[in-house]
């Protein structure tokens, strides 16, 4: 399955976003989609997930009642949607997909190429 995040950009404190995450085959449908995030200098960290069907999802607290992920699979796209952002949020954001929903970045199975996303203070 081949990925492609989208909608970063620069956004002020306080800002909203949203993030894109589509898959280029219909077997999309059938994998889990996280989130995961690295700032410059840090390791690559655990964002959100969601199941294959949208039924489930799992946040870290970092994000908790800021962040919502959702998934329309008759699309093949996954979104993100990013409120209240703040500088500590800067990062380059990556989808990854895997069959057992892991929230660890080396179970992922495919990965996107990343967007950037800068808030500035």
């Known amino acids: 399955v081949q990925l492609q995040a989208s909608g970063g950009g620069l956004v002020q404190a306080g800002g909203s976003l949203r993030l894109s995450c589509a898959g280029s085959e219909r077997t999309f449908s059938t994998y889990d989609i996280a989130w995961f995030r690295q700032a410059p200098g840090k390791e690559r960290e655990f964002v959100v997930r969601i199941n294959w069907s949208g039924g489930i999802t799992y946040y870290a607290d970092s994000v908790k009642g800021r962040f919502t992920i959702s998934r329309d699979n008759d699309k093949n796209t996954v979104y993100l949607q990013m409120n209240s952002l703040r500088p500590d949020d800067t990062a380059v954001y990556y989808c990854?997909?895997?069959?057992?929903?892991?929230?660890?970045?080396?179970?992922?199975?495919?990965w996107g190429q990343g967007t950037q996303v800068t808030v500035s203070s």
């Open positions: 990854a997909a895997d069959k057992y929903g892991s929230t660890r970045a080396g179970d992922q199975d495919y």
